[in-house]
């Protein structure tokens, strides 16, 4: 658990686990974290209640992080405060004041930012967050697209701000983990397609490749 966000390797987050034997076996493998995601249109909703025994069978285990799209904060606080998960993943079109929220009280999480071109990078400051993910973006889908970005904008915001630790989402598989990790250097690689047979059900080849493309960080 201790590596997750430690800027001198590059850790893995699978995202999206729907069932408890994946994430024992998620656990088993080394992975460093895991998503479970509250948003009720996604194709890998869990509703609390289904998501609680998973939570807990994780605990101090592998690190939990909770994705939420513009939810009401009182979900995401209360499964903090609860320690049913380790982090919040705000993955919606939530404001730097929604953010502060959480920020104020020191309830970690981190900001899921769609990336067009550099000027969608300008105001991630603004959010406070212990960590920024950059993902491709999808309107009205909030991730989960299979689908990449120009890189670059990562590596540049990565190179000009060393102090966030950022995670890279869209589009990562085993054939281009590697590539992602020696160009981007992130803090964490966050994979939910290119870790699945179907949505929710991982494919625990694709995991065992995945974690043997990361290396530490020079």
């Known amino acids: 658990m201790s590596d997750f966000l430690d800027p001198s390797f590059t850790s893995l987050k699978i995202c999206g686990v729907t069932r408890a034997d994946d994430a024992a076996r998620l656990i088993d493998l080394g992975v460093h974290a895991l998503g ?53 993943q705000f993955h919606g079109d939530e404001t730097p004041e929604y953010c502060a929220h959480f920020a104020d009280i020191r309830l970690p999480f981190i900001k899921a930012i ?13 959010y406070r967050a212990n960590a920024i993910l950059l993902d491709t973006p999808a309107p009205g889908v ?30 990562i598989t085993p054939e281009n983990a ?5 160009q981007v250097h992130p803090a964490a690689l966050d994979i939910a397609s290119g ?7 991982k494919d625990f080849d694709k995991i065992r490749a995945l974690l043997n493309s990361l290396t530490p960080l020079s």
């Not at 998501?51 to 939990?64: G, H, M, N, T």
Request: hydrophobic letters at 40%; one cysteine or more; proline letters at 6%.
């Open 178 to 182: 590697s590539n992602a990790t020696n």
């Open 142 to 171: 909030y991730g989960g697209t299979g689908e990449t970005f120009d890189w670059a904008h990562a590596e540049s915001f990565i190179q000009s701000h060393p102090d966030i630790p950022v995670l890279l989402a869209g589009g």
């Open 114 to 126: 769609g990336v067009n071109d550099k000027t969608s990078l300008e105001r991630i400051t603004h």
């Open 195 to 201: 870790a699945e047979l179907s949505p929710g059900v």
């Open 36 to 88: 479970i995601n509250f948003w009720s249109q996604s194709k890998r909703y869990l509703a609390p209640d289904q998501a609680e025994p998973i939570l807990q069978l994780c605990d101090e285990k592998i690190v939990r992080v909770g994705v939420f799209v513009n939810a009401e904060p009182e979900l995401p606080k209360r499964l903090l405060e609860s320690g049913l998960i380790d982090f919040a």
